[in-house]
T-cell receptor, first 113, second 113 residues
C-alpha cells in the first residue's frame, strides 16, 4: 500500500463549482499534513496546512480525519486559475530521526468555462 | 522572496556519464532536499541535508550521491547515469523550524540516452 494515496483525476468542473479531493495515508503515526499546489510544468508550492480541527483559507477548506486516516481539500466557487495538480503531503518520522515529507502523486483539477 | 535556483532547466546526457545537478538557495535555510518526480509516482526523496557537510539518504538514494560544502549549495551527483534516471529533478529548501514549507527550484528535466 502506498504511504499516501490520491485519486489522480482529472476532475473537470465548471467555473463556480465546488469540488473536493480526498487523500488517504497509511502511517497512523503521521503528525502533520499539508496540501501543495503544482501548476503545469512548475514547481510545487505550499497551499495550506491541515489541522485536526479543520481550517479554512478563503475558498479553500482542509480537513483531517485521523480515525479513518484521510485528509480532504474542498474548493468552493472554483476559478479557472484553480486549475492545477493538488498534492497531498504527509509528515513522517525518519528512522534516524528528523522529519520527512511524503508526497502523494497528485489530483489534477481542470476548471472550465 | 526566497529563491531556489537550479543550474539547468534541461539536460541531456549519455549512459555512463557523470552528471552534476547544482542547487543554490539564498535564504540561509538549514534544510535542503533533492526529489525526483515521475508520472504516476509523484515526488520521491533522494537525499536531504540538515546542515553543511551533513547528508541523509531518502527513499531512493541508489545511484546518487550528494555534496553540501556550503550552506547555500546542495549538489546531486549521478556517478554513472543510466536511462532509468531520466526524470524531473527538483531541489527544495526550508528552515529547520517550519520544515513543512518547502521552497522548490524550477526543476531540471534530465534525459539520459
Amino acid at each position: 500500500r502506498k504511504e499516501v494515496e490520491q485519486d489522480p483525476g482529472p476532475f473537470n468542473v465548471p467555473e463556480g463549482a465546488t469540488v473536493a479531493f480526498n487523500c488517504t495515508y497509511s502511517n497512523s503515526a503521521s503528525q502533520s499534513f499539508f496540501w501543495y499546489r503544482q501548476d503545469c510544468r512548475k514547481e510545487p508550492k505550499l497551499l495550506m496546512s491541515v489541522y485536526s480541527s479543520g481550517n479554512e483559507d478563503g475558498r479553500f477548506t482542509a480537513q483531517l480525519n485521523r480515525a479513518s486516516q484521510y485528509i480532504s481539500l474542498l474548493i468552493r466557487d472554483s476559478k479557472l486559475s484553480d486549475s492545477a495538480t493538488y498534492l497531498c503531503v504527509v509528515n513522517g518520522i525518519l528512522t534516524g530521526g528528523g522529519n520527512k515529507l511524503t508526497f502523494g502523486t497528485g489530483t489534477q483539477l481542470k476548471v472550465e468555462l | 522572496d526566497v529563491k531556489v535556483t537550479q543550474s539547468s532547466r534541461y539536460l541531456v546526457k549519455r549512459t555512463g556519464e557523470k552528471v552534476f545537478l547544482e542547487c543554490v538557495q539564498d535564504m540561509d535555510h538549514e534544510n535542503m532536499f533533492w526529489y525526483r518526480q515521475d508520472p504516476g509516482l509523484g515526488l520521491r526523496l533522494i537525499y536531504f541535508s540538515y546542515d553543511v557537510k551533513m547528508k541523509e539518504k531518502g527513499d531512493i538514494p541508489e545511484g546518487y550521491s550528494v555534496s553540501r560544502e556550503k550552506k547555500e549549495r546542495f549538489s546531486l551527483i549521478l556517478e554513472s547515469a543510466s536511462t532509468n534516471q531520466t526524470s524531473m529533478y527538483l531541489c527544495a529548501s526550508s528552515f529547520r523550524q517550519g520544515y513543512e514549507k518547502l521552497f522548490f527550484g524550477s526543476g531540471t528535466q534530465l534525459s539520459v540516452l
